[in-house]
């Protein structure tokens, strides 16, 4: 079992930026990708970014140029840096952590963080 623990949220005007961050605990010598996905009001959860142990790293189109993703292996810490932050990138951030576990996958989910950017 992986806990993931987030912080960093909170309300931010549009342009502002913020820093959301996780950290896992438990089984992380099973993790081979952590990211974040947002779930804005009233819509499914997407994916934000994410990062791999290939490694590759894979952003939303949205978010491309604005938000970068860093992993810390070691420290089984994954951060997000949001800048230029826009109205539409509002929503409840859950960490992701991608496990394996002899041949089954497996997904882990922080318990979530709001982020709302007011105009």
């Known amino acids: 079992q992986v806990q993931l623990e987030e912080s960093g949220g909170g309300s931010v005007r549009a342009g502002e930026s913020l820093t959301l961050s996780c950290v896992a605990s438990?089984?992380?010598?099973?993790?081979?990708?952590m990211g974040w996905y947002r779930e804005p009001e009233g819509k499914q959860r997407e994916l934000v970014a994410i990062?791999?142990?290939?490694?590759?790293?894979t952003y939303a189109d949205s978010v491309k140029g604005r938000f970068t993703i860093s992993r810390d292996i070691a420290r089984s810490t994954v951060t997000l840096e949001m800048n230029d932050l826009e109205p539409e990138d509002s929503g409840v951030y859950f960490c992701?952590?991608?496990?394996?576990?002899?041949?089954?996958?497996?997904?882990?989910w922080g318990k979530g963080t709001p982020v709302t950017v007011s105009a």
């Open positions: 438990g089984s992380v010598h099973t993790l081979d990708a």
């Open positions: 992701n952590a991608e496990g394996v576990v002899g041949l089954y996958g497996i997904d882990y």
């Open positions: 990062d791999t142990n290939t490694p590759s790293t």
